[in-house]
């Protein structure tokens, strides 16, 4: 399974980014999708989760600016951010997740400048 991240960036605090992360390799619908990023010197931290049934969780720190989806028919998993503040600067990292096994993405940078 690979899973290829896509749609990091630089934006000024108050905008908006979207990340994809697209898995080729195994039935993507199998799999629950999440986010994680890691901050410098910080530890990597969930973001978002959406489940095989759709549902969704999220950080407390993004509720409400970040929103997760997927496409099951692109075999993609979305993370679509608003409000973006600096403090959201960080590799993030695409998961995919099933009772077996677990695999990364190689992570896409976002850097929010104030």
């Known amino acids: 399974v690979q899973l290829q991240a896509s749609g990091g960036g630089l934006v000024q605090a108050g905008g908006s980014l979207k990340l994809a992360c697209v898995q080729s390799?195994?039935?993507?619908?199998?799999?629950?999708m999440a986010w994680y990023r890691q901050a410098p010197g910080k530890q990597r931290e969930l973001v978002a989760v959406i489940t095989n049934k759709f549902s969704t969780n999220y950080a407390d720190s993004v509720k409400e600016r970040f929103t997760i989806s997927r496409d099951n028919s692109k075999n993609t998993v979305y993370l679509q951010m608003n409000s973006l503040k600096p403090e959201d600067t960080g590799v993030y990292y695409c998961?995919?997740?099933?009772?077996?096994?677990?695999?990364w993405g190689q992570g896409t940078q976002v850097t929010v400048s104030s």
């Open positions: 390799g195994s039935i993507f619908g199998l799999y629950n």
């Open positions: 998961n995919a997740r099933n009772a077996l096994l677990e695999y």
